[in-house]
């Protein structure tokens, strides 16, 4: 019966230990990366929005590559400048108007005390010169660098959905739009060679 007594209060023991370091864990504190890279991530994303371009590469590494959701890749921040400019600045680019909300998934992933990999969504308004107006939902992935002039981003890469997007679904309606159009023509032709037949 003694060692029946012993072994149980060993074992409260233990579970005691055990809650005691979760609720230690669960109250530690939060490094103080987090709050730096979310002050990153306010000041590019209000760079954006205002299409400051300065003020968004130097939050860029010399040797920053993007991917974006075309399939473009650049590299460099004066790369990055160009395609800004040839996309979303002045009268001849791409897309006219744009509107995003940057969601993170969850806190950064923190690699030793320089290196931080952060992931989420985007939640876009696109409207482009050629008439399109869509939403886009995208995922992106991003590493970001500490180094002595603070957090800057690493690499940034963003996709959507090969399979569901807006863009595809207008390519199928324009086909379906097509295939109606050749039908109408078919059967306009037809009509008209009949009728021809008939006075021969």
Not at 57 to 75: I, K
Not at 177 to 197: D, H, I, M, Q
Request: charged letters at 20%; aromatic letters at 8%.
């Amino acid at each position: 019966m003694a060692k029946f007594v012993t072994l149980v209060l060993r074992a409260s023991a233990l579970c005691a230990l055990l809650l005691s370091g979760r609720v230690f864990a669960a109250d530690a504190p939060e490094d103080p990366a987090h709050d730096q890279l979310r002050k990153l991530r306010d000041e590019m994303v209000a760079a954006f929005e205002a299409r400051d371009i300065d003020a968004l590469l130097a939050h860029v590494d010399p040797e920053v590559v993007v991917t974006f959701q075309n399939g473009e890749v650049v590299r460099g921040p004066e790369a990055l400048r160009g395609f800004f400019q040839r996309m979303m600045i002045g009268e001849q680019s791409i897309v006219k108007e744009m509107k995003t909300k940057l969601d993170v998934s969850t806190l950064s992933i923190l690699h030793g005390g320089d290196t931080a990999i952060s992931y989420g969504t985007l939640n876009d308004h696109w409207v482009l010169r050629g008439g399109i107006d869509m939403d886009l939902v995208s995922h992106w992935t991003a590493t970001l660098l500490r180094g002595d002039g603070g957090w800057r981003v690493g690499a940034f890469h963003v996709s959507a959905s090969l399979f569901d997007n807006p863009l595809l679904a207008e390519a199928k309606a324009g086909l379906w739009k097509a295939a109606a159009l050749a039908g109408v023509a078919g059967l306009a032709l037809g009509f008209a060679g009949a009728s021809l037949r008939k006075r021969a």
